[in-house]
């Protein structure tokens, strides 16, 4: 069964702290892997990812893949109090249906 | 710009009501879905469509039907509604697989 699981589920940081968020998967025909940023309605797009290696930077934030370890990371750095959301990693399979398959989703805080 | 909208924004129902939740995007995009997130389970996918005139089951489709009559609009749904089906519904829409998805605001539904 196609799975994507994301950890840590909760995390509480103070702001200036750098933070990493992870996210594993194990899907047939993977095609790439997104992360999106919720904070109270609907979730933003964050990035794509599709090759092993290559770094996706926007900000403070990047987010990098291991097709071989099947698992990405989203890092921030010099965390805000903006930055609190609930952070959603998805996978992509090759198919025409565009059909995403979530994680739970990592909930951060940033206290002040 | 809207994108993708969604009505009504909340909605308190009874047991045993039926109610529609309306979906319209004003990106002429081909595929449409819609989500539901509770708490710890992320977001799953209940019925989707890649074209107008044609809808699929997703993941978690029992008690929800869906229509696609129109390419802009995506209509879920619930004839006899369950607390079950208290959550939060999202909306989405992708102009093709393999590219990210747009969501709209979400609606609140709860079922008492």
């Known amino acids: 069964e196609d799975k994507v699981v994301q950890s840590p589920l909760s995390l509480v940081v103070h702001e200036g702290d750098t933070v990493t968020l992870n996210c594993s998967y194990e899907v047939t025909n993977f095609r790439s892997l997104l992360w999106y940023k919720q904070e109270k309605k609907a979730p933003t797009f964050l990035f794509m990812l599709t090759s092993s290696g290559i770094e996706k930077k926007s900000g403070r934030l990047s987010s990098i893949l291991d097709k071989k370890e099947l698992f990405s990371i989203l890092n921030i750095t010099a965390t805000q109090t903006g930055d609190s959301a609930v952070y959603l990693c998805a996978v992509d399979r090759s198919s025409n249906t565009g059909k995403l398959i979530f994680g739970q989703g990592t909930t951060l805080q940033v206290k002040p | 710009n809207a994108g993708v909208t969604q009505t009504p924004k909340f909605r308190v129902l009874k047991t045993g009501q039926s109610m529609t939740l309306l979906c319209a995007q004003d990106m002429n995009h081909e595929y449409m879905y819609w989500y539901r997130q509770d708490p710890g389970m992320g977001l799953r996918l209940i019925h989707y469509s890649v074209g107008e005139g044609t809808t699929a089951k997703g993941e978690v489709p029992d008690g929800y039907n869906v229509s696609r009559l129109k390419k802009q609009n995506f209509l879920l749904g619930l004839e006899s509604a369950a607390p079950s089906q208290t959550s939060v519904y999202f909306c989405?829409?992708?102009?093709?697989?393999?590219?990210?998805?747009?969501f709209g605001e979400g609606s609140w539904l709860t079922v008492v």
């Open positions: 989405a829409s992708s102009p093709h697989s393999g590219n990210t998805i747009y």
